[in-house]
């Protein structure tokens, strides 16, 4: 694989960095509510579960159309909630792709079941159906119990959730949605956190709804899995303080965090409008340089990242970085090569899509307040690295 360092590095520049998220220009607008609601809490002194957390949930259903939320620790603990609720264990096999963040899989790991990794979408990057199908005939010849689905919305847009849940509904397996990057797209008309029978998301601060530090929701329907996933929130601990009914974790959502999402959430609806313009701005100017993300017509992306796909991805990477413009890769390294999850098994077929696009991706700056005029000279930069 040629690497950046082969490619010589262009002239050094004098121009300002652009951030990859800017995070800071999202606070100016924001930061008088946002010091306020923290006062508030720091006053009432009600750190863990204080109003705010009921608060949150209370919005948060209200914004996705989901009947509970339940906020909590991480995104990966939002995963890890649903899964110990089902009892899902070893024996199990739960279908996840490989071209995510890690957590997809490591949740099924720590519950004991078996990762099966499924390829995706060459242009969604989103899981595919018809991998899935075939990885549940793999899994069965393998003596394992094919029990969960969990499909990624990849950088921000949905999956085929139809076609997951008609498969999923004739195989038995029930399906727990990762919208940790794709909370406010839409599918179909309907919101993510609404889509799947579980869904989970997370608030770490480069998502497009991020908190200060960690959290996550899950939302459900489902009023006794909601119950049951309350109780694992708080180590088990059932109607009585002192009866503990089952084995759960330290999985609330700090007080603080709340305050901050209640803040962001205000201002979410009108920052994903301004992501959407700012991703279909970089479309255009992109669509004959470079291969741009595909959006399927029946739903929107929240662009948690906007990555384009290049044989020339190291040039692109070097050319950028030299002009002060930050890049990242999702994922150069797919999970089912990586040495802690080597030994779990793959679809039938493998993974050519996923290993093909783990070498052909790069994701550029992406955030609601990138000015046109940084946008043009990312523009730039691209054009400059592929001519
Ligand atoms: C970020 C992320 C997670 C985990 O969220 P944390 O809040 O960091 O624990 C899980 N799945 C996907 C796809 C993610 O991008």
């Known amino acids: 694989m040629p690497d950046t360092a082969s490619v010589p ?9 652009i951030p990859f998220i800017d995070l800071q220009a999202q606070r100016k607008r924001i930061e008088a509510g946002v010091n306020a609601a923290i006062q508030k809490v720091l006053a009432h002194g009600g750190f863990v579960m204080g109003p705010e957390v009921a608060e949150l949930e209370r919005r948060l259903t209200d914004h996705c159309g989901a009947k509970y939320a339940l906020s909590c620790s991480s995104g990966t603990d ?25 957590a997809t899989a490591e ?18 990057y989103n899981m595919d159906v018809k991998s899935l199908a075939r990885a549940i005939s793999t899994a069965r010849k393998l003596g394992l119990h094919p029990r969960v689905v969990i499909p990624v ?14 498969l999923c509904a004739k195989e038995g397996v029930w399906v727990l949605a990762d919208t940790a990057q794709s909370y406010g797209a839409r599918y179909k008309n309907k919101r ?3 889509l799947a029978e579980v869904s989970a998301t997370s608030f770490y601060p480069s998502k497009p709804l991020g908190c200060y530090g960690d959290g996550g929701a899950v939302f459900t329907d489902d009023a006794e899995l909601h119950q049951r996933m309350m109780q694992i929130r708080v180590h088990g601990q059932g109607k009585d303080r002192n009866e503990n009914v089952c084995i759960g974790l330290t999985g609330r959502l700090d007080t603080i965090q709340a305050a901050v999402l209640l803040e962001k959430l205000s201002i979410f609806d009108s920052e994903c409008d301004a992501r959407e313009k700012i991703a279909a701005r970089y479309s255009m100017l992109l669509k004959d340089v ?33 002009e002060k413009i930050p890049t990242a890769m999702f994922y150069p390294k797919p999970i089912h090569v990586q040495p802690a999850y080597r030994a779990f098994p793959v679809v039938e077929g493998g993974l050519p899509v996923t290993e093909e696009l783990s070498r052909l991706v790069v994701s550029l700056p992406m955030h609601a307040y990138l000015t046109p005029e940084d946008q043009d000279r990312i523009v730039a930069a691209v054009a400059k690295a592929v001519a």
């Open 192 to 194: 993510v956190g609404n």
């Open 78 to 102: 939002a995963l890890l909630i649903p899964l110990m609720a089902k009892g899902v264990g070893p024996g199990d096999a739960v279908f996840v792709p490989s071209f995510t963040f890690t």
């Open 153 to 166: 919305d990849l950088f921000g847009q949905p999956v085929d959730m139809d076609d997951i849940n008609t």
């Open 107 to 124: 949740v099924a790991v720590l519950t004991g079941a078996t990762p099966v990794f499924v390829d995706v979408e060459p242009d969604t």
């Open 9 to 17: 590095a262009p002239a050094a520049t004098t121009a300002k960095p």
């Open 290 to 322: 470079v291969e741009t993300p595909a959006v399927r017509p029946d739903r929107s992306s929240v662009w948690a990242q906007y990555t384009i796909k290049s044989k020339k991805r190291d040039k692109i990477v070097a050319t950028l970085s030299a």
